[in-house]
């Protein structure tokens, strides 16, 4: 008896939960701002894709069209709307641009991550994050004031590359006038090299600092464990780095417009002018009326940009299950 009332004594002492405990109002907000922000992404996803389809449905064009390589959407004998030189040249502007950034990002990460002491660290940790802050405007002007007449006073002649025993292997004309497919992935390099360094560096201090102690402790030198456990261990994580530094680069549109040349031929020659789907949006958007097929075409083309960045996560994550399944 005394036990129960004693119990009943605690239960009366116990303080009743207010109103905003019952309703839980922290929990509530996470919630909302959580449905909230996929709401957002699948109207804005419906949205583009509606509007990237009315070339097909409204405006009658097939979807082999697309991929010719004429562009003329004022042509009098009928309007061509082939986006194919377009998604050639952000294909190819986007990888060589990954080519040139890829390495000396990781090779950044791992220096900081692994080899910087600390001074160094506490330099170039925060210039990534000035350079994350310039604007694409910024390296945009510093491509057509440095980078352009650089290329075009220095490469201005055929680029022959020779071999001591077997002669001249390839060729190519030089820079006409600096703006060119090099141009663009020169300046889009550096603008993804601050996204891909970042997310490599979290990867590697993401490993266990005791498989690393573990490693060094069997024998291994530093760059044996470096290779053989770090980048393996985080790779998934540089995968999704250089991802994100694809999309950023394929979707930057005003850096690439000012030196890219914005000539809407396909890819044959790195020095050679191009136009990508960010460029020519950039430039036809203010000539176009609402509900014609021109601007239905430039709708398109955001679409494909769409497609392309949706494409480029579902392969990583689909790799990134078949190492952990293996």
């Given at each position: 008896m005394a036990q129960m009332t004693t119990a009943n004594r605690l239960t009366g002492l116990r303080a009743r939960p207010g109103l905003l405990e019952r309703i839980d109002v922290p929990r509530r907000v996470v919630f909302l701002a959580a449905v909230s922000m996929i709401a957002i992404v699948a109207l804005l996803m419906a949205f583009i894709a509606w509007q990237?389809?009315?070339l097909f449905v409204k405006?009658?064009?097939s979807v082999g069209e697309i991929f010719s390589p004429t562009w003329n959407p004022l042509a009098n004998a009928g309007p061509e709307f082939g986006l194919l030189p377009f998604i050639a040249a952000t294909v190819c502007v986007t990888a060589v641009a990954l080519l040139i950034s890829t390495p000396l990002s990781v090779g950044l990460a791992l220096f900081l991550s692994e080899v910087a002491p600390n001074w160094a660290k506490a330099v170039v940790q925060p210039s990534l994050e000035i350079f994350v802050g310039i604007p694409s405007v910024v390296w945009g002007w510093l491509g057509i004031t440095v980078l352009v007449p650089f290329l075009a006073d220095t490469f201005s002649g055929p680029i022959?590359?020779?071999?001591?025993i077997a002669g001249p292997v390839f060729s190519m004309p030089g820079f006409l006038t600096g703006f060119s497919w090099m141009a663009g992935s020169l300046v889009l390099s550096i603008m993804v090299l601050p996204t891909i360094t970042s997310v490599?560096?979290?990867a590697f201090r993401a490993v266990p600092q005791e498989l690393r102690t573990g490693s060094l402790a069997l024998g291994t030198t530093r760059w044996q464990m470096i290779r053989?456990?770090?980048?393996?261990s985080a790779l998934s994580g540089v995968l999704t780095a250089v991802v994100l530094g694809m999309t950023r680069a394929a979707g930057e549109a005003?850096?690439?417009q000012m030196v890219i040349g914005n000539s809407p031929t396909m890819p044959a020659a790195i020095t050679q002018p191009l136009t990508t789907l960010t460029?020519?949006?950039t430039l036809d958007m203010g000539n176009t009326v609402f509900g014609e097929p021109w601007q239905d075409a430039l709708w398109t083309m955001s679409l494909v940009l769409l497609i392309i960045s949706i494409t480029s996560v579902v392969l990583v994550r689909l790799i990134n299950k078949r190492r952990l399944a293996s």
């Open positions: 990237g389809i009315q405006d009658g064009v022959v590359i020779s071999l001591p490599s560096y979290d053989h456990l770090l980048l393996p005003l850096a690439v460029s020519q949006i």
